[in-house]
Structures are given as structure tokens and as C-alpha cells.
């Protein structure tokens, strides 16, 4: 069998191995491990020092895993108090009727920062920031494919967030709901720039999480260890593969309704504006296609958690584990089907209606299925008892009853009742907590000993369990009799003598009970966290887990790498700590002098190439502050600073992805046992490669969301229609044609002629020509056709999506000149070059996106070019 590989380095082992079957190729080629004698200390001291976390106010520029996501962590639950202390002001205001705490519109701006942090700043930040903790080292990367986009999302998002929740304090915070329907958050109602900072805040801090979406993506698919085939990945890797995949699909929608709301603000686009052409209802099927999947995008990954701590904590493997798979997976898909049952109330048809109530209800069968594969596991395990495993089943209780009550407002009729109601509030508050916040507690006591060194105190952990499960039952347990007794929502007092003091009494005491379990674990936390606790090896797998984090020891994760037949590995191989710990599997140090990690196929997990790590380094940080400032002087329309900050934030990213795409010496490294792997590879086996297309993914669901926006309203308002679209369709047209063949005939040029680098940067600038050229053709023909985007939902639809195409043109254009760049420094040499596969996958997709522009307002509803 041969020891070298070329890029096509899986299919070159395949066929060296000669067996076709996976136990055959994975015979010859990991049989070599674990590799026998002793490593050099000194390659372990060198592992140690390329893998070091920069101290004092170095520390803004690191972007280790560990580091990044503790930071992430901690600013989460930092979120999560501060939206607890909100919502104990709103209880207090609650608590007796016509009692006056706070005015009318502070309380309005409570209820709002509330429901908009916890679920915005705490609930998707918090799982996600668990991933990257997490998934690297359970399985077992180095890092996650990207560290310097996590430390980019980690900062943009702590920037963004802490500026956005400060407005409360100065009364710049919206008092519209955390939904911000229109007409209520339009210009009209919602005057100055409260609604705005909602508005860019949000969108902003949605870029943040898409971010961490592609990261978490490319990490489970392209990093998992040699021989974690997808049957053999951890349950928490499958769902944070659905979570990463449904924030990719749903979060383009909130970020196309922010921007058409802050169009319709800005420059008085009706789009929302049912007097003039729009509708106030395309913002709820925009707002909700994310925000129920967004439920599902919190559950999931927390609930693959719950699967991985009750193994553990029964010592028994999950039951059922393939069933709970395919139930995560049906459940994401499932979700997407949803949306509309939080509109019920509004006038759907008939069938619209039928159709979510029962996809409402069918939701919770792969959700049941989890349930049932628990209770199975522990039923036929050997429970430890301790704190974990008290807030895993404590969890358990409080998610299915908030499930029941979602089968309930699931049905139309009842709904109709329960609508806008505290039994609604109540259902969703016993979903979340049930299936995020207890499994979340549960996480913190099971895998502080693998990140700390040290254990919270199981004493004090049992009283905030029982101070967190009884005040969750005092509180919200009552407001499903004031719900059903006609309490609505989002209201700041009530009248007395309507047998409303004593359900709301209750509750306010229940959420005291709740903080003070809070507070009860956030002293234990700071205790344990303010030092580093000093046992190491073993002895921090207190739970005598069986999966690869308990390995990890340091910013590198693992000592190395190891070949994994099992979902239990510490349990199916009693001597692989030792091995792993003395070096004996792949890549045992530092083959190139740099950080690296190893690269494999992604189903079989097969080694194909050793990936150059970036870093420490002060530009993600500086791009996600002047990206900050760039949103937020949009919100007070300091439009100059604004430009300069969105100019500085070009400049940064640019130079932080300059020296990503380079070429070492070193064409082939030692990964370990002799195999040689390549430290170079473009194409679709290159990591990058997969995060251009996650990303164009994204790009085009933002499109058709715009796209689905022009037919509702057309469909809403078809009388408003009133300027017939331009008939000079084939010029722009074959702009657009010019561009994507420019660009596809790039890479060719490249790698097949001698001055193939000048050749495909000409073609590369030609296509960025012709695409901005299509655009000013396109523009040019509505105006002179004489649409105006302030004078109906149809010139609002029409410029929403130029507007949209236009920002992606800009991409392109400063793309196209970064690639030039490259080029005249000697950087884009042949035969096959990264930058050049990943943004020819962006100029062809912004030719694609333009022609679906350029014909849909032709077609309909004028059927014709």
C-alpha cells in the first residue's frame, strides 16, 4: 500500500487498498495504529506552543476553539440574566392590578428586550456557542475549520449585542414586541429610531449566527476524525449538522424582512403598507418561516445534549440511536412546514389552515420518539444519580407537558380561543425551558470538569435544580388558567376583580423562586470558573463519559487524532486514552511548524489532506467593530461614519483572508504511521470550497425570499400592478450570460495555459464588468418605465430585489479586485488555486440570481419579455 497521496487522496487509498468494503479499507490503512514507542518531548513542546493562547490584550486576537467558545458561552448566560431581570420587573408590575411600576411604554419596551434577548442574544448564541466549545473535540478536530470566522462571530456578536440591549437604559429601546409586527413598527406609529436599532441590531446579530452556521457545517462534514463514518458520528455531531442546516435555510428570511421593513422606514417603501400596494401579513410569513423553525433550531441541538448526557449518565448506549437520528433530521424538516399556525387568527383559508394544524401536530412525533428513546435508555440502564442526571429528567417533564399544550394551540379551533392569550405564553415558556435551559444547566454540571479542571458542587446544585423546577411550576403553571380565564398578552396591568390577582401573584413568586436558583448557580459558577482546577487525564471524566472530549487536554484537543470504530470510543477501547496522550495516532505534532488539523472525506471520514490553521490575529475582532459601526450608524443616520466604517470593515476582512490561500513549501507532510498527506488541495475537496456554497445557499434563500415577497403582494394587490415592465430583457440578459461563462471558463484558463493566471484574473474583471453592467441596464429600464419604489407594493417588490441583487453585485466587485490583487502580487498561480474556486462560485451564482430577476417581473403578471 502506498505511503503518498495526491489530493485525490481517499480514492487513491481506496484503490491501494484493493478491499472495496469499508472493514477491509479501514483494516489496511488504520491497522498501522496505534503506532508503538515513545514521541520526542520535544515535538509535544512544540504542539503545545504553535496551539498557545495569546495573554493580556493579546488575547483580542485569539481564535482557538476553547477560548472563543467559553467567551461565547459566558456572554451568553450573561444575556440570559439580564432578560431574566427584565422579565422579574415585568412580574413585579404583574404581580397586583393597576399597580404602577413602570409607565406604559417603558413596560412595552421590557416586554420587548426581553422576548428579543432571550431569544436573539441567548437561546441560538448559547447552543451555538456550545458547538464550538464542543464539537471539535468530541469529534476530534484540532479546531473548527474556520477559528478566525468563530472569533469574528463571537465579537460580532458581543459588540452588537451589548450595544443593541444599552438602548433600554436610554430609551432607544422598541416597544413594538419582539416580533415588531407592522403597522405598529412602521414610520407611522413607531417614530424615531428605536424600531431601527431593533431592526440593523437584529440583522446584525443574525450575521453573526449564520456565520457560526457555516463553521459548525463544514466542521462536522470535513474535520471529524479518521473513521467516524456518519454512522459512527456522535449524536450531538448529527444535530449540530441540522441546527447549522436549518440556520442556513430560516435565518435568510429575518434578515430579508429586517432589511424590507427598514427599506419601507427609510425611504418609504409600502411594502408593508396595504393602502398603497403592500401587506402587513407578508411580514408574518417572513417573520415566522424563521422564527418557528428558530424554536426547532434551539431544541434540536440541545436535545442531541440531553441524548448524549443520558448514555452517560445510564452507562448504556442510547436506544433506539438510528430512530433518534432520523427523528432530529424529520423534525428539522418538518419544522419548516409550520410556520403559519402562529397565524391562524388571521384569515387563513381553510386548507392553509388544515394543512399547519396538521403539520402542527405531526411535529411532535419525531419529537415524542426522542422522548420515548430516553425514558427507554434509563429505564434499562444504571442511573447515577446526581445533578445532571436531576435536570436531564427534570427536563424531560417540563418539555412534555409544554409539548401537550402545543398539540393544543396546534388545533384551530382551540387556538382561536387560546390565541394572544398567557396559556400561550405559558406553552412556550415550558418548551423552552424544558428542552433548552434544563439541558443547558445539565451540560454546565456534566462537562465543567473537561473544561475547568474542577466540578460545581453537587450540594448546591441539587438546590438550584429544585429552585428551578418548583419556580417553574409556580410561575408558569397559572398563567395557563389565566389564559384560558381571558388574560391576554402583552399587556401592562389589569383590572381587579376579575379573578386575575391570585394566578398572577403566584407567578411572580414562581419567577423569584426561578432567579434565585439563578443566582444560587451563577455563585457556584463563578467559584469553580475563577480558577483552573489542576486534575487532569481520567480523572476529569467524572461521569466516566465515552466520547472523544474526555480527551481533550489543551487549545489543541486532542494530543492526536485517533481512529474511531465506535460511538463509544473510551468505552470500546479501555487503552485509547493512553495511546492517544502518547502520541501513536495522526498527526502527533506540528508536521509544518503552524497549527493544522486533519481534513477527511465526508461520509467515510477518510484522511485527505493536513489543513494550515490560521492563527491568532487582531482583524477578525477589528472587522466585527467596524461592522458594528457600520450598522449602528445607520440607526442614527450618521451616514458619512457609516461609509467609513463599512469601508474600514472591507479592508479588514481582506486583509484577514489574504494569507488563508498560500502555498507552503512543504507540498506533502508525515500525518502519522508514514502516510503522507497533501497540504494543498482546491476544488470540491477543499474545506473552503464547501463554506463558498453554504454561503451561496444563504445568498439564494435571501433572494427568494425577495422573489416570494414581489408574488404575495402581487398576488395580495394585483390592482396596484399599474407599470408595465420593460420589454429589453436581451441585453441585460446576455450581460449575465457573459459573466457566468466568464467566470466558469476562469478555472480552465488557469490550469491549462502557460499565462493561465493573467488570462483567468482578465476573466474574472470581465465578468464583474458585465454583471455590474446587467444591473445599470436593468435599473435604467424600470426607471425610464416609470416605476418609483414609493409609489406602490409593485415599484417597492421591484427595487427590494435590485436592491438586493445590487449588494451582492458590490461582493462581486470587490471581489473581482481583491482576486486582481492577488494576481499582481504573484498569488494566483496555476494549476488550481483556492480564491479563485471560491469566488467563481459567487460571480456565477450572482449571474444565476440576476437572470431570476431580471425575467420574474417580466413574466408575471405581464407574461411576456
Known amino acids: 500500500m502506498t505511503r503518498s497521496a495526491s489530493p485525490g487522496v481517499a480514492g487513491a487509498l481506496r484503490d491501494a487498498a484493493t478491499a472495496s468494503s469499508e472493514t ?6 488504520y491497522g498501522r495504529f496505534p503506532t508503538q514507542g515513545d514521541r520526542p518531548p520535544e515535538e509535544f513542546e512544540a504542539l503545545k506552543k504553535v496551539w498557545e493562547t495569546p495573554t493580556g490584550w493579546r488575547a483580542f486576537s485569539a481564535v482557538n476553539n476553547n477560548f472563543v467558545g467559553f467567551l461565547f458561552i459566558v456572554t451568553a448566560l450573561g444575556f440570559f440574566v439580564a432578560a431574566g431581570i427584565l422579565g422579574l420587573v415585568m412580574r413585579v408590575q404583574l404581580a397586583a392590578p393597576l399597580a404602577g411600576i413602570v409607565p406604559q411604554e417603558t413596560y412595552n419596551q421590557l416586554f420587548t428586550m426581553h422576548g428579543s434577548v432571550m431569544m436573539f442574544l441567548f437561546a441560538v448564541p448559547a447552543v451555538e ?9 468530541m469529534i476530534g478536530a484540532r479546531d473548527l475549520p474556520f477559528p478566525r470566522l468563530s472569533a469574528y462571530s463571537y465579537w460580532a456578536y458581543l459588540i452588537g449585542g451589548v450595544v443593541f440591549f444599552c438602548s433600554i437604559f436610554f430609551s432607544l429601546a422598541p416597544s413594538g414586541g419582539w416580533f415588531m409586527y407592522p403597522p405598529l413598527s412602521s414610520s407611522v406609529y413607531a417614530q424615531g429610531i428605536n424600531a431601527d436599532f431593533w431592526l440593523l441590531g437584529i440583522g446584525f446579530i443574525e450575521i453573526s449566527a449564520i456565520a457560526g452556521a457555516i463553521e459548525l457545517i463544514v466542521g462536522v462534514l470535513r474535520t471529524r476524525a479518521p473513521g467516524m463514518t456518519l454512522a459512527k458520528m456522535p449524536i ?11 440556520i442556513i435555510l430560516a435565518f435568510p428570511a429575518m434578515i430579508m424582512v429586517t432589511f424590507l421593513l427598514e427599506l419601507e422606514r427609510a425611504f418609504n417603501w409600502p411594502l408593508f403598507d396595504a393602502t398603497r400596494g403592500g401587506d402587513p401579513l407578508l411580514y408574518q410569513h417572513l417573520f415566522w418561516f424563521f422564527g418557528h423553525p428558530d424554536v426547532y433550531i434551539i431544541f434540536i441541538p440541545a436535545s442531541a445534549m440531553v441524548s448524549a448526557m443520558i448514555v452517560t449518565v445510564a452507562q448504556k448506549p442510547l436506544v433506539g440511536h438510528e430512530i433518534v437520528v432520523l427523528a432530529l433530521i424529520a423534525t428539522g424538516f418538518i419544522s419548516f412546514g409550520v410556520w403559519a399556525h402562529h397565524m391562524f387568527t388571521v384569515g387563513l383559508p381553510g386548507l392553509s389552515a388544515g394543512y399547519f394544524s396538521a403539520a402542527s401536530m405531526a411535529v411532535a412525533i419525531p419529537a415524542g420518539a ?5 425514558i427507554a435508555t434509563l429505564a434499562s440502564g444504571k442511573v447515577q444519580r446526581n445533578v445532571p442526571s436531576l435536570f436531564l429528567v427534570g427536563g424531560i417533564l417540563i418539555f ?4 401537550l399544550t402545543g398539540v393544543m394551540v396546534g388545533m384551530v379551533a382551540f387556538d382561536g380561543q387560546a390565541h394572544d392569550t398567557y396559556f400561550v405564553v405559558a406553552h412556550f415558556h415550558y418548551v423552552l425551558i424544558g428542552s433548552m435551559v434544563f439541558p443547558l444547566f445539565a451540560g454546565f454540571y456534566y462537562w465543567t470538569p473537561m473544561i475547568n479542571g474542577r466540578q460545581l458542587s453537587e450540594r448546591m446544585g441539587r438546590w438550584v435544580f429544585w429552585l428551578n423546577f418548583v419556580g417553574v411550576h409556580v410561575c408558569f403553571l397559572p398563567m395557563h388558567l389565566s389564559g384560558l380565564m381571558g388574560m391576554p398578552r402583552r399587556v401592562d396591568t389589569y383590572l381587579p376583580g376579575r379573578a386575575m390577582e391570585v394566578p398572577n401573584l403566584i407567578s411572580t413568586i414562581g419567577a423569584f423562586i426561578m432567579a434565585a436558583g439563578v443566582l444560587l448557580f451563577l455563585i457556584d459558577a463563578i467559584r469553580v470558573y475563577g480558577r483552573q482546577g489542576n486534575i487532569g487525564g481520567n480523572a476529569r471524566n467524572v461521569y466516566q463519559g465515552g466520547t472523544l472530549e474526555w480527551l481533550a487536554t489543551g487549545n489543541y484537543g486532542l494530543r492526536s487524532i485517533p481512529v474511531v470504530s465506535d460511538l463509544e470510543p473510551l468505552w470500546a477501547d479501555a487503552k485509547l486514552r493512553q495511546d492517544v496522550e502518547a502520541g501513536r495516532y495522526f498527526l502527533p505534532g506540528t508536521a509544518t511548524g503552524a497549527r493544522e488539523t486533519l481534513i477527511t472525506s ?3 471520514a477518510e484522511p485527505q489532506y493536513v489543513q494550515i490553521m490560521p492563527g491568532p490575529s487582531w482583524w477578525p475582532f477589528l472587522a466585527a467593530l467596524f461592522t458594528a459601526g457600520f450598522f449602528l450608524l445607520l440607526t442614527v443616520k450618521a451616514l458619512a461614519l457609516s461609509a467609513v466604517c463599512g469601508v474600514l470593515t472591507v479592508m479588514c476582512v481582506m486583509r484577514w483572508v489574504w494569507s488563508n490561500d498560500r502555498h507552503l513549501p512543504q507540498k506533502q507532510v508525515d500525518a502519522g504511521a508514514g502516510i503522507l498527506l497533501p497540504t494543498y488541495v482546491a476544488g470540491p475537496q477543499s474545506h473552503g470550497w464547501w463554506a463558498a456554497v453554504l454561503l451561496v445557499i444563504v445568498l439564494g434563500m435571501i433572494f427568494l425570499m425577495s422573489m416570494f415577497s414581489y408574488l404575495y403582494l402581487f398576488g395580495a394587490h394585483p390592482d396596484w400592478w399599474r407599470v408595465p415592465a420593460p420589454r429589453g430583457a ?13 467566470a466558469w471558463a476562469a478555472r480552465p484558463l488557469l490550469a491549462k495555459l502557460k499565462r493561465g493566471s493573467g488570462l483567468s484574473a482578465l476573466a474574472m474583471t470581465l465578468s464583474m464588468v458585465c454583471l455590474v453592467a446587467a444591473l445599470a441596464v436593468d435599473g435604467l429600464d424600470w426607471w425610464n418605465a416609470g416605476l418609483r419604489g414609493d409609489a406602490s407594493g409593485q415599484g417597492a417588490a421591484i427595487h427590494a430585489m435590485l436592491a438586493w441583487h445590487g449588494a ?6 470587490l471581489s473581482a479586485f481583491y482576486y486582481l490583487a492577488r494576481w499582481m502580487r504573484g498569488l494566483a498561480p496555476g494549476p488550481a488555486n483556492k480564491t479563485l474556486e471560491v469566488l467563481r462560485i459567487l460571480f456565477i451564482f450572482a449571474s444565476i440570481e440576476g437572470a431570476a430577476g431580471l425575467l420574474l417581473p417580466r413574466l408575471l403578471p405581464w407574461g411576456g419579455l
Open 808 to 813: 451582492i453585485v458590490v461582493a462581486v466587485m
Open 370 to 374: 426522542q422522548v420515548f428513546a430516553w
Open 730 to 742: 436581451l441585453v441585460p440578459g446576455l450581460l449575465l450570460a457573459a459573466s457566468a461563462g466568464l
Open 129 to 137: 456557542a456550545i458547538a464550538v466549545l464542543l464539537l471539535p473535540q
Open 400 to 403: 412534555v407537558m409544554g409539548g
Open 602 to 604: 465526508s461520509s467515510r
Open 24 to 29: 477491509g479499507f479501514h483494516t489496511q490503512l
Open 236 to 246: 450531538y455531531a448529527w444535530a449540530v449538522l441540522i441546527f447549522g442546516v436549518m
